[in-house]
């Protein structure tokens, strides 16, 4: 993991735990005015950026260094899975554009995610690599539906221990996997979790489209290194004091 380093928000000392950008916040925009519009209100030392398929698919590479440029590290989801070859080309011109963070599919086998790490280690810029193991989307139905037979959790904790023989540094999970992943896994693999809703009124979770969610605070105490953050925090009013306030809502973790 990298260092963590204490930094200032609204003149309050924050856990040095959240304010290494622990919070990725994820651009989940269909083009580069609006994700920029968006950007150049927040601070690089207190988040990463996420830049997914469809930001991506509209703007490019070139937003991606423009990221770059701004001094944000940029983690560039969008988990590759193809046949080795391909993949390891994809995950070398990614590390290539200078991002802090890639990922893959853990359900593409060790061959592709072993070709991955080759293709990431041809480059002067080492990115994270990662795996996605389960979807945060899917659930016990979702697996069935597709043939899976093991429980989700069996399946999450299958593929992640592939990952780590593989050689990658991380997954991406659902925090509620989380604790168990670190008990098996260890403290030197990076778990990264989507599907992160502050609390709203009443300790209720504001769910959106992602079917296995909890709060910032919880995650992290599940073991959890970077929060995956969208709408609570891009959709605010002020999107840098929404991004303060899940900080401070972290104080204790």
Known sequence: MQPKNSQSADSTILDSKILDSNIIVALDYANATSALQLVNQLDPSLCKLKVGKELFTAAGPQLVEQLVAKNFKVFLDLKFHDIPTTVAKACEAAANLGVWMVNVHASGGSAMMQAALEGVNKTDHKPYLIAVTVLTSMNQASLTEIGVTNSLESQVLTLAKLTQQAGLHGVV?????????????????????????????????????????????????????????????????????????????????
């Open 173 to 253: 999970c659902s925090a509620q996997e989380a604790h168990m992943l670190r008990t098996q896994l260890g403290n030197d693999f990076c778990l990264v979790t989507p599907g992160i809703r502050p609390a709203l009124v009443g300790n209720q979770v504001n769910r959106d489209d992602q079917a296995r969610v909890v709060t910032p605070a919880d995650a992290l105490s599940f073991g959890v290194n970077y929060l995956v953050i969208g709408r609570p925090i891009t959709q605010a009013a002020n999107p840098l004091s929404a991004l303060q306030a899940i900080i401070a809502s972290c104080i204790n973790y």
